[in-house]
Nanobody
Framework: QVQLVEAGGGLVQPGGSLRLSCAVS????????MSWYRQAPGKERELVAA????????DYADSVKGRFSISRDNAKNTVYLQMNNLKPEDTAVYHC?????????WGQGTQVTVSS
């Protein structure tokens, strides 16, 4: 059974930090590229960050470059998103996603709210 379970969301003040994690099971994690997406109310889902299966390459949305960092631990079947200098516009539900060829899996999401 494929599972992607996000954790680490919450309420944080502007300028604060959070670290999201996504623990996966049910497939060979090390063979999948991983991504973080987010969706704010009334907006379309957008790609935030992505990392290749080996972790050798990463990519970020322009809006988070220099503030967010994606990483993975293939030994722990977990992908992370370190979010620094958070802004109110980062408020959204954050989902992790695994992709390999035509296969894509999604987690249920974790809420991140940035507010004073």
């Amino acid at each position: 059974q494929v599972q992607l379970v996000e954790a680490g969301g919450g309420l944080v003040q502007p300028g604060g930090s959070l670290r999201l994690s996504c623990a996966v099971s049910g497939f060979t994690f090390s063979m999948y590229a991983m991504s973080w997406y987010r969706q704010a109310p009334g907006k379309e889902r957008e790609l935030v960050a992505a990392i290749t299966s080996t972790g050798g390459s990463t990519d970020y949305a322009d809006s988070v470059k220099g503030r967010f960092s994606i990483s993975r631990d293939n030994a722990k079947n977990t992908v992370y998103l370190q979010m620094n200098n958070l802004k109110p516009e980062d408020t959204a539900v954050y989902h992790c996603s695994a992709q390999r060829a035509f296969l894509r899996y999604w987690g249920q999401g974790t809420q991140v709210t940035v507010s004073s």
